[in-house]
């Protein structure tokens, strides 16, 4: 009788341990004082940075989304571990906190190590220009599961922060002025209304611009921060500007969105004009062109603005009125 293997259903743990090695081997490069134990064993170890007198520790979690189906499609993978560890990163810096390490999930049909090491240097890529520490996660291979060289990312990320440093929004009041920060572009959403409307024939021809990966703004938000009292801030990710701006207003509180102030990506004309789609709706599934936004009081936003000109590309669109929601 035939001896029947892990491999033989379709799950090569040699070929994953070799994913393995060059994940702990180049990771490495990507690890900040702290780590005590990282990529190999059952758990990653961190400690606590010194110089906080009451820290608190802030997590976030996500995926990249259907702009994977693109990447599968043009055989691109390369980027799409930068969007991953944008997404949660991101997310932390509106809190405040510091980026200190990533962990990610790799699922996948049937391991392809040359697609799985591409998908591993974005998002060592992405953790560099976090500047933190890829400290472990997680490759499952599930040949009855995923579609053959289809795969799926997740990913987890801790910040640290001083407790009475949280940005959380409270002291947002009317008059004060929102500043956004470019995006590179369609960034990680919207990505089924996108496939909707570029035929699969389209999307090599656009493939640049739609796997243009999420900009990371960890950095130029951590410059601004000891420099200026900033009250508020939004990642623009899923529900565009409209639903995710008033997620740190106070009640009672709104936001007037100056158009024109800014000049959006011109992929954003393009799917607005293929889908014959509402202006308001594509303000509520796109970021438009606006990636992050800061509310700072009007004594500041001047000055903010141009030290974040050094950085990125950043505009005044609008002020904080008393109301709700987005205007």
Same mark, same amino acid.
């Given at each position: 009788?035939?001896?029947v293997t892990y491999?033989d !259903?379709?799950?090569d743990?040699?070929?994953a341990d070799?994913l393995?090695? @060059?994940?702990a081997n180049t990771?490495g490069?990507?690890?900040l004082p702290?780590?005590?134990?990282?990529?190999g064993?059952f !758990?990653?170890?961190? &400690?606590?940075p010194?110089? @906080?007198?009451?820290?608190v520790l802030? &997590?976030c979690?996500? /995926?990249?989304?259907?702009?994977?189906?693109?990447?599968?499609?043009l055989n691109?993978?390369?980027t799409?571990g930068i969007?991953?560890?944008?997404? &949660?990163?991101?997310?932390?810096? $509106?809190?405040?906190a =510091?980026?200190l390490?990533?962990?990610d999930?790799?699922?996948?049909?049937?391991?392809d190590y040359?697609?799985a090491? *591409?998908?591993l240097?974005?998002?060592? *890529? /992405?953790?560099?220009i976090?500047r933190?520490?890829?400290?472990?996660?997680?490759?499952?291979?599930?040949p009855d599961?995923y579609?053959?060289?289809e795969?799926?990312? !997740?990913g987890?990320a801790?910040?640290?922060v *001083? =407790?009475?440093?949280i940005?959380? %929004?409270?002291?947002i009041?009317? %008059?004060d002025?929102?500043i956004?920060?470019a &995006?590179s572009?369609l960034?990680?959403n919207?990505?089924?209304l996108v496939?909707k409307?570029?035929s699969?024939e389209?999307w =090599?021809?656009?493939?640049?611009?739609?796997?243009?990966?999420t900009?990371?703004?960890a950095?130029?938000i951590?410059?601004l921060i000891?420099r200026?009292?900033i009250?508020?801030i939004a990642?623009i $990710?899923?529900g565009g500007?409209?639903?995710?701006?008033?997620?740190?207003?106070?009640?009672?509180?709104?936001i007037?969105?100056?158009k024109?102030?800014?000049q959006?990506?011109?992929?954003?004309?393009?799917l607005?004009k293929?889908?014959?789609?509402? *202006?308001?709706e594509m303000?509520? $599934?796109?970021?438009m062109?606006?990636?992050?936004?800061?509310?700072? !009081?009007?004594s500041?936003?001047r000055d903010l603005l141009k030290f974040?000109?050094?950085?990125e590309?950043?505009?005044?669109i609008?002020?904080?009125?008393?109301?709700?929601?987005?205007?």
């Amino acid at each position: 009788m035939k001896r029947v293997t892990y491999r033989d !259903s379709g799950v090569d743990i040699d070929r994953a341990d070799r994913l393995v090695d @060059y994940i702990a081997n180049t990771a490495g490069k990507t690890y900040l004082p702290g780590v005590l134990a990282g990529v190999g064993g059952f !758990s990653a170890a961190f &400690s606590i940075p010194k110089g @906080y007198k009451n820290p608190v520790l802030i &997590s976030c979690t996500d /995926g990249v989304g259907t702009k994977l189906k693109i990447a599968f499609a043009l055989n691109k993978h390369s980027t799409v571990g930068i969007d991953l560890v944008a997404m &949660s990163v991101n997310d932390l810096i $509106t809190s405040g906190a =510091k980026p200190l390490f990533f962990l990610d999930y790799f699922a996948v049909g049937k391991l392809d190590y040359k697609q799985a090491r *591409e998908v591993l240097k974005g998002i060592i *890529e /992405g953790c560099k220009i976090a500047r933190c520490a890829l400290i472990g996660g997680e490759t499952a291979e599930m040949p009855d599961f995923y579609s053959p060289k289809e795969y799926d990312l !997740s990913g987890f990320a801790v910040g640290i922060v *001083e =407790k009475k440093k949280i940005i959380d %929004g409270r002291k947002i009041k009317p %008059g004060d002025i929102v500043i956004g920060l470019a &995006s590179s572009g369609l960034h990680s959403n919207g990505f089924t209304l996108v496939r909707k409307l570029l035929s699969p024939e389209e999307w =090599k021809g656009f493939g640049e611009i739609l796997l243009k990966p999420t900009k990371i703004y960890a950095n130029v938000i951590l410059k601004l921060i000891p420099r200026f009292a900033i009250k508020g801030i939004a990642h623009i $990710t899923g529900g565009g500007l409209l639903e995710n701006i008033p997620r740190i207003l106070p009640d009672g509180m709104g936001i007037i969105i100056k158009k024109g102030t800014w000049q959006a990506p011109s992929i954003f004309n393009l799917l607005q004009k293929r889908g014959n789609i509402s *202006e308001h709706e594509m303000y509520r $599934t796109f970021n438009m062109g606006i990636g992050m936004v800061l509310i700072v !009081s009007p004594s500041q936003a001047r000055d903010l603005l141009k030290f974040a000109n050094k950085h990125e590309k950043a505009y005044i669109i609008g002020e904080v009125i008393k109301g709700k929601g987005v205007q």
